[in-house]
Structures are given as structure tokens and as C-alpha cells.
């Protein structure tokens, strides 16, 4: 399981909750899951702890899937994202690139990648 | 009745259609030649083909003479996963367009075994009735008390009636009183959009029972068969687990996160209260089941009940998807999640389209706050009033004589620009994807022959992707609608379902595959991907033919001047939104305004 101060809770009535000042988010960069991934990860978020202020693609897929190995292999597979899931930083913009840089004032969403209904 | 003329139809085909006359109590078997099967497979290509052989446009959608089609489709009665489908093809009530909406289960492999690939039926039954057809023999016989009853009651008691081996479509009362969003449902599900319940309502058919024994052959069994194991095998993978797991209202929370989910008749993109209607919420709280269609290897449908589980007393369960969650909820903003599941158990028996009553009385709810309709109780947020309306609305009474007009209709009426914010487009109700968030879905919606539409148009695709900028539209958005468009216009045709889309490697190369595995065709990829744009091409000359003009392919006059109240990042470029319609035109074959004629 993972410990409560890395996970996002949700509070007694029904809302998300988490801490968004800059100060909690020290090195930190906030993920959100959506559908399958946040079933698989049983939380519907997390602060990846980071070293610098950066980090790459891939090396956050390698440290959130050591942290989560149950994202394996629906969303992630091999250090790859799988074709199952989508990702998209602050809700706006889609990555594919596993080369890409994510910062700490970001957001990387991890979504199942059907939007039908 | 006339004996079937056809050459030895291809695989999986009947090679006829049975059109029925309710008022002259007739019936006769029409051939389809191989070249028609082929250029428009079944479904709602067919269904449009017919409807366009038959001259369908030039009638009135609830006139005696007006002309609704069945269509099926060679793979249903295959072993092929989520190939029992069919659909229900006319025009609309509700827009004055085509409509084509499909429903699945028992009623396709049924109806297909009667000995036709499709069924038209014209004319008007001198009362209430029950259109009967007992393996290509019809008949019609009073409806009597089961005129009146809400869907299930009326599916339940017509199967005790004629025997359990008859599959029954049957309206619910918002389809005897001829609401132009009315459904005809079977086995729970609806063939929800644009109002075909009420052109059965208007012929005066409460139910259609359907029960056969005639079998097409297929021309490679083994080899189909083969095929249809490993599809089987891939829908239980991780491309479906959305739908398996969790459902489509899953849906909720991500849109609500991207500020696309409307709320309050689109006046925001995302809505407080969101966490008490999401799936992963009510499955604390509430007994879940799952269900699923016939010859369907996925099982999307997750029922829940609707009383909580440490209530007292028996509690019923109801269907919940994405989009009557979000058409009864945040559109209205309601976010007491009893309340919703009550209203779609309640839209889903009186036979009203969820999308479409969300839609209206979300915009009758602004109209009060804006002055302009005299109900001072229905309100955003109140739960009751909803409810009521709902009722009003089926029964035709109070309030709901308006709403049962619909949003576009409604607006008309009361005048002052009300038209502006109507969520609609050609009259059909938006969705749940909020088009300044979502910009090329708005391409979809508003070039869509069937209105605004998130099934014959699966733009949004492209808006989940690095493709496209979802809060900018570009040229580029126009070749994403058409891509997606023609995707669905196949899958709609063949039928399969959408759900299955994520486990195809390459779609029209394996749809070519298992088509021919079953007709025994060659056909090859790019021959279906011109049959995909045969299809959207015959429904959009059927709306010229029901006097479509150019000036219908837009959104709404909101949508196109504002931003959403809480993004300012959600406003759509009119200019840009132009462009990117005029290029679609283009990419199409079309004049630059939509005509079909380029030179027009």
C-alpha cells in the first residue's frame, strides 16, 4: 500500500483532496490517475518524489512503475506507455515522447486511452 | 406475399428485405442485389439506402407515409464478438434529418433469422398494435392493455404472451405520445437518438416481436471461426478493460479534470459535485452488477442499484453510462446521485432518450433563470424538479408538453435569442463533450448528418491526442473528423461495436478480412474505406433531400462568441471554426458550403 502522505485522499465528502502549495510540492511531481490506471493503482493520484527540478519521461515511468508494479502491463510495459493509456500534462497537452522533460510546476495525467460513451 | 427473386445472395446475407404496408396490411420481399449489399453492407448504410430507394425524405417523419428500416448486417448471428446488432433508420422527428441509432441483443439475431437483412415498414395500423413477424410471416394484432405500459413492462408481458422465443422491440409511453426523442428499447437498451420511438408511435405500433429460423451460410466457417476466437480472445484484453471494469461513466471524472464535461446547459466544463456520481463512488456504495449483450464478449453495462446499500426496503437497479450520468447530472446540476440514477431508470422505462431530455430541461432551466419560461420551481440543482419534468415530459402534460418539443423547438418558441444557447445542432442535443474543450469533436458535432453526435462522429479522438490542439481547431481537425467519421460509419454498418476499436491493429484491413471470411467477397481495405464514405455521402443526400441548407452545420451561437464560464482557454476561433468546415467540405469532395455537387 501506499503511505498516506503520498497519496491523494478523498475526503469525507466525496472531493479529492490534496495539497497544491509549492512548499508540498518540494521535488515533487503530481501525478493523476483516470479509469484504468487509477484502478490499477487503487489511489487517484500521487507525489513522485524527484531529484532536481526535471525529470524525463522515461525515468518517471521507471520510478512510478517500481512504485506501482500493478501498472504493469495495462499501462506501462517495458518502460513504454502502453497503447491503453493516455498521458497529458496539466490536461492540456498529450506526450507521447518518452524523451520528454516534465518539471515539478506540472501534472502528468494517466488516463485510459478510450474516451467513448 | 411475393417470393424472393434474388441471385444466390452473397455469405451472410438473405439477400432480400421484407417492407410491410400497416395500413393496406401487406407485406412483401424486396431483393438486394449483391452490388447494393456490397456498397452498403447493412446496418445504417443500408438502412440509409433504403430509406433513399424508398423516397423517405419526402414524408414527414410521423406521417402515415413516412418509412422507418430495420437493418441488420451479414456479420450478426456469427460467432463474431458484439456482432448482434441492428439498426433502426428513419427520419427524425426530432431534427428533420436522418436518424440512425442501433441497439444490440437477442432482437438482431431474430429479426435476421425472419429471412431478410432488413425490415421497412410504411403505413399506419388502424389502432394499437403489436407487428408481429413469425419467420418472414407478418401479422398484427391489437396491443391492447400493453398500450400504455413502460418498456420493460411491456417487453416482459409480450414475451409471456407470444412465448420467450420472440424478441420484442418495443416505445414506452413518450413514444405513444409521439415525443420526438422517444426510444425503442430491447432487453434494456435503446436505440436512443432522434426520436425513432415515436415514428413507431405514430404508426401506432407499441412492439415489434421478431422470431425465425433461417440461417444464412457463411462462405469460410472454419476460417471464421478462427477469426472470431481470436477477436474473442483480444476483447478480453486490456484495450476493453475500461468498459469492463469500470464502464463508460468512468468518463466522469477525467472530463470534469479537462474541464470538458457540461454543465449547467454549458455554461461551465466541469462540476462541484462530480465525485458523488462517479462510478468509483457509487460502487462504494451501491450493489453492482454487470451485464452484456448478446454474442458480446466485453460486458460494458454496469447496473447499480439505485437505493443505497444500507437502505431499508427493495431497491431496483438501472444502467448507468456516461452519458445519462452526465446529461441528468452535471447538465442540470444535479449532483445527488439517487436522484440521477432515479431519473435514468425513469427515462429508460417512460422510453425517452436521455441525452436529449437532459438537454431540454437543462436549457428550460436557464430559460427560468433568465426569464423567459414561467416555471419558477425547475431549477439547476433541484433534484425533484428534474424528476418532474421527466414525468411531465412522457406524459405530455404541464410543462412537458413544451419539453417534449425539444431544445431547438422550445427555443423557437419562446423567441429572445433563446436559440443561442439551445444545446443543440439540426435539433439533436449535444452530448457529453464540450466543444470549446474539445474542438475537433465540435467539427464532428456540427457537420454530423445526424446532429451534434458522439457516436457517428468520434472526432474526440483526436482531441485525446497530441494529433490535434483540443482548445484550438486547424485544418488538421477537419481530416481527424473525417478519419474518425468514416470509422464509424463502418463500424456502424458492418456492425460491430465501438468498444471494440482499441483491439484492431488495423481496422479496415481485418474488417476487410472478416468480412470476407463470412461473404466470401475480396474485398480489401481500401474498398471498405470507400464504402465508409459511400455511407456518410448517402446520408448527407438524404438530409439535401429533406432540404438540408449549409447554415445547419455550426454550433450553437454561445458556443462560438464565449468562452466557457471557468476556462477561458475553451473559446472557439469562428473564423478558424469556418475554415476548418469549409476544409472537411473539401476533403469530402464536396462544394466549399457542403453541397454534393462540387461545383455548387
Known sequence: MVDEQERFGISADGTTTYDTSMSARQNKIRIEFYGIPRQRVGSPGYHLPVNQQEIQ????IEQLTQRFPSLQPDCFSQGLISPNVKLSLDGDHFVTDIDAWINIRQTLLVMSADAGG | MQKNTCPKPAGGYHGRYLRIDLTQHTSEWIPLENGVLRNFLGGSGLGVHLLLRESAADFAPLSREAYIAFAFSPLVGSPLTTSAKFAVVSKSPLTDRINDSLASSGFAIAGKRSGCDGIV????????????????????????????????????????????DFQCAVIGPGGERLVPFAT??????????????????????????????????????????QFAKTL??????????KYRELGTATNLLLFNRLRSLPTRNFQEGSFEGIEQLAP?????????????????????EHLYSIAPQDSEGPSSSTRIEYENLFALGPLCGIKDSHTVLTASKLCDEQGLDTISIGGTIAFAMECVERGLLDAPWLRFGDGQALLRAIRDT??????????????????????????DFAPQVKGLELPGYEPRALQTMALGFAVGSRGADHNRSGAYEADFSEQVDRHN???????????????????????????????????????AEMLNLITGWNTTAAELQATA????????????????????????ARMMQNALNDDEKARISPEEFATAVKVYNQLRGWSDEGWLDPSE
Not at chain 2, 407499441?206 to 471464421?224: E, F, H, M, N, T
Not at chain 2, 429533406?546 to 445547419?552: D, M, Y
Request: glycine letters at 10%.
Open chain 1, 57 to 60: 519521461l522515461s525515468e518517471l
Open chain 2, 121 to 164: 415498414i410504411t403505413g399506419k395500423a388502424r389502432e394499437p398494435s403489436i407487428l408481429i413477424i413469425d419467420d418472414g410471416h407478418m401479422r398484427i394484432e391489437p396491443a391492447g392493455k400493453l398500450w400504455g405500459m413502460e418498456c420493460s413492462v411491456a417487453e416482459d408481458q409480450l414475451s409471456k404472451r407470444l412465448g420467450a
Open chain 2, 184 to 225: 425503442i428499447s430491447h432487453d434494456g437498451r435503446h436505440a436512443g437518438r432522434g426520436g425513432s420511438g415515436a415514428v413507431l408511435g405514430a404508426k401506432n405500433i407499441k412492439a415489434i416481436a421478431v422470431r425465425g429460423s433461417q440461417l444464412c451460410a457463411w462462405a469460410d466457417p472454419a476460417g471464421l471461426n
Open chain 2, 232 to 241: 474473442s480472445k483480444k476483447s478480453f484484453g486490456p484495450a476493453t478493460a
Open chain 2, 280 to 300: 468509483e463512488t457509487l460502487a462504494q456504495t451501491r450493489a453492482r452488477t454487470r451485464s452484456y449483450c448478446a454474442a458480446c464478449t466485453i460486458g460494458c
Open chain 2, 394 to 419: 412522457a406524459a405530455l402534460e404541464g410543462i412537458g408538453r413544451q419539453l417534449a418539443l425539444g431544445s431547438r423547438r422550445l427555443a423557437k418558441q419562446l423567441g429572445n435569442n433563446a436559440i
Open chain 2, 473 to 511: 481547431i486547424s485544418a488538421l481537425s477537419a481530416t481527424k473528423a473525417i478519419e474518425t467519421e468514416d470509422k464509424a460509419a463502418l463500424m456502424d454498418s458492418l456492425i460491430i461495436c465501438k468498444f471494440l476499436r482499441g483491439v484492431f491493429d488495423n481496422f479496415y484491413a481485418e474488417s
Open chain 2, 533 to 556: 464514405q459511400r455511407i456518410v455521402t448517402a446520408r448527407k443526400e438524404f438530409n439535401i433531400h429533406c432540404g438540408w441548407r449549409p447554415e445547419e452545420d455550426r454550433l450553437p
